[in-house]
């Protein structure tokens, strides 16, 4: 089986970064890009993604904002680019209520915002290309776009809740 090249190289301070790892590539995120990585190499990773993998690992929300981050670090430094930890990513995580941070401009922001980025390419193959159509929609739908993770398909219900608000506020 071949290995990418940071789990060739990467040595893990703790059990969770490799998990961690592991569950990024597992859902195709690549945290040294845009928005888990800022221009400079500042962190980006939105709290719903910590928080997600918090409920999910069953790990304490400033233990996945470390690990996470601290995975960051070491992938952006062996590709040779800037990397800036993140100190408050942890403390943010905590503070931060889930709806206050959702991005409303387009399905691909959104579900980044909300900690589910690895549904953006189905959606879109389905055809959920709006915010407004993914409201009329249902966790059938969710589930045959692949939403099948039980607990990725409530977070998705419960956002799409914050979203028909949001959309409703924004048009009056």
């Known amino acids: 089986r071949r290995r990418s090249l940071h789990q060739q ?3 893990y301070n703790n059990s969770l970064e490799f998990v961690i790892d592991r569950k990024l ?5 690549d945290v040294t890009v845009p928005p888990y990585t800022l221009q400079g190499g500042y962190c980006g990773i939105p709290p719903a993604l910590v928080r997600r993998y918090s409920d999910e690992l069953r790990k304490p ?3 996945c904002a470390v690990a996470m981050d601290s995975v960051r670090l070491f992938l952006l430094k062996v590709k040779g680019l800037q990397a800036i930890p993140n100190d408050f990513l942890s403390s943010r995580c905590e503070a931060t209520p889930n709806s206050s ?6 399905v691909t922001n ?5 900690g589910l980025a690895m549904y953006a390419v189905p959606f879109a193959v389905h055809g959920y290309h709006d ?9 059938n739908d969710f589930r045959r776009a ?9 977070r ?5 809740t914050e979203l028909s608000e949001h959309l409703r506020e924004s048009c009056l």
Not at 131 to 139: I, P, R, W
Not at 146 to 154: E, F, I, S, Y
Not at 156 to 160: A, E, F, N, T, V
């Open 131 to 139: 915010l407004y159509s993914l409201t009329l929609l249902d966790s």
């Open 25 to 29: 590539q597992t859902e195709f995120i």
């Open 9 to 11: 190289t990467l040595q």
């Open 61 to 63: 929300i400033k233990e």
């Open 146 to 154: 692949g939403v099948n993770d039980p607990r990725h398909l409530q």
């Open 156 to 160: 998705l219900c419960d956002s799409i």
């Open 110 to 114: 959104w579900l980044v915002s909300i």
């Open 101 to 106: 941070e959702a991005d409303h401009s387009n």
